[in-house]
């Protein structure tokens, strides 16, 4: 059987195990979220050999140096291991920021020790000390001078545990930062465009509204809200600011009540729409649907899902 070499620890395995759960049996702490190679919580360096089921997730370069997503590497020979460091391999920031959008949305923004290229609509990894959990950055890198994250704190987990009690000055470190599905492109400016978002996918899609309006789009702009009642709206306010301001705004808000009825009178007013959706899976399956049968083509669909850990 093959064996793993982690620091002065080896021990065996069958052939084919998941290298994550090969892993984190033995006791080797590798945090991870979606288990499906997108959230990059998982990155480990290796040298050996290994089954990558996904090896686009990462660049030639990161490939390279050993980098490898834990959970999509099966383990077919003997291995040695690297955890990633964040002491060593990732960015030092501090909380400038921790704010309660709502009774349940934290807003975290974090000054970076350097400062970091990056677009409307991706993601980092941040690290609570051994914790790590990805989070779509919500700010816009043009007018926001912090990285600003919407941290749903509904439902009990480690790292929105530890957020609750975060204080200004505090450190954190930041993983890799990561591109997901999605984006403003200026050559849309003039298409209709839709931003559809569940809970805290709000975050991401509120800073390529901002983009948006930043680039002056010409079309039509749509938001949908859907949270679970009329409390969890939580930016409710600003976009409301924005489209007194942006006569081509128009924002709706949905709860989880009226999803169903919505849905079924949701029309597309333009074959040209562009539509961009995120939030949990089963709420971005809805919207993907709907929009599909009401003769949206799929590839003017683009979208980003939060998966549950697990």
């Known amino acids: 059987m093959p064996e793993l070499h982690v620091g002065e620890r ?54 390279q140096q050993g980098w490898r997503l834990a959970c999509q590497c099966r383990v077919v020979g003997d291995l040695q291991v690297e955890a990633f460091d964040p002491l060593h391999d990732g960015v030092a920031a501090q909380v400038v920021g921790a704010d309660w959008l709502s009774s349940t949305v934290l807003c975290l923004r974090l000054l970076p020790e350097r400062s970091l290229r990056y677009r409307a609509g991706q993601h980092l990894v941040l690290w609570a000390g ?3 959990r990805p989070y ?26 530890a957020a609750r009690h975060f204080k200004v000055g505090e450190p954190l470190r930041l993983g890799e930062l990561r591109g997901g599905a999605l984006h403003y492109d200026p050559d849309w400016q003039s298409r209709p465009l839709w931003l559809l978002a569940a809970g ?14 930043r680039q002056d789009h010409q079309g039509a702009i749509r938001v949908i809200h859907l949270a679970h009642d009329a409390e969890a709206h939580y930016l409710a306010e600003p976009l409301a600011a924005l489209a007194t301001q942006h006569g081509n705004l128009t924002v709706e808000l949905w709860t989880a009540a009226e999803l169903n009825q919505a849905l079924a009178q949701l029309r597309l007013v333009s074959r ?7 939030g949990h899976p089963v709420s971005v399956e809805a919207f993907s649907k709907r929009l599909f049968l009401a003769g949206l083509p799929r590839n003017q669909l683009l979208a980003d899902v939060f998966l549950p850990r697990g």
């Not at 040209?272 to 995120?278: E, P, R, S, V």
Request: aromatic fraction near 6%.
């Open 10 to 63: 080896h021990w065996s395995v069958p052939t084919g195990t998941n290298l994550l759960d090969a892993l984190n049996q033995a006791g080797v702490a590798v945090p991870y979220s979606c288990r499906a190679g997108s959230c990059h919580a998982c990155l480990v360096r290796c040298q050996g050999e290994v089954d990558d089921q996904q090896p686009e997730a990462l660049s030639p370069t990161q490939r």
């Open 130 to 132: 051994q914790v790590a």
């Open 136 to 161: 779509s950055l919500a700010s816009l890198p043009q007018e926001d001078a912090y990285l600003e994250f919407h941290i749903d704190c509904r439902q009990p987990g480690e790292f929105s545990d």
């Open 200 to 213: 805290t996918g709000l975050g991401p899609l509120w800073g390529i509204l901002r983009e948006a309006l």
């Open 272 to 278: 040209q729409t562009l539509a961009l959706l995120c």
